[in-house]
């Protein structure tokens, strides 16, 4: 068993290292938009789930919610976002992606996926079938 642990040590810190550089190279992108990874990360939650609640967003982001109103004050100011009170309880107030947030978010993404396609360049098209097959049913046994 201790070739296994072995293994599940080297694939731990390839993780890590992954996600190191995916960040660093996020930042790089970001600064061309004038956005924070924290507000990239809460344009990407209301683009993939839709319009919710402030609360909604700072339990989703694991954010207090003084520090979720801060980001989407930044956020409204800069066009991305905006707040729509509750028609039937006024003291409820929602956050709604708007057009420039959604054009941020497919510019990003794109940016993002042609990082990644370079970085691919010289994986055959079975090794990376494979290696996005490894990735899906990891990702599928973290979420269950």
């Known amino acids: 068993m201790a070739s296994g642990l072995n293994y599940v040590e080297e694939i731990e810190k390839c993780l890590r290292d992954i996600s190191i550089i995916v960040k660093k190279k996020g ?15 809460a344009l990407l939650i209301l683009w993939e789930y839709g319009n919710m609640t402030i609360g909604e967003l700072s339990n989703k982001m694991f954010l207090a919610y003084s520090t979720m109103t801060d980001l989407i004050d930044r956020m409204e100011k800069n066009n991305l976002v905006k707040r729509v009170r509750d028609d039937r309880d006024r003291r409820v107030v929602h956050v709604h992606l708007l057009q420039e947030g959604i054009a941020v978010i497919e510019e990003v993404l794109q940016k993002r996926q042609n990082y990644l396609k ?7 098209k079975e090794e990376i079938i494979q290696l996005k097959n490894s990735l ?9």
């Open 136 to 144: 899906k049913k990891l990702q599928q046994e973290m979420i269950e």
């Open 118 to 124: 370079s970085v691919l360049r010289n994986f055959s």
């Open 27 to 41: 930042r790089e992108i970001y600064s061309d938009y004038s956005i924070t990874p924290p507000q990239f990360e």
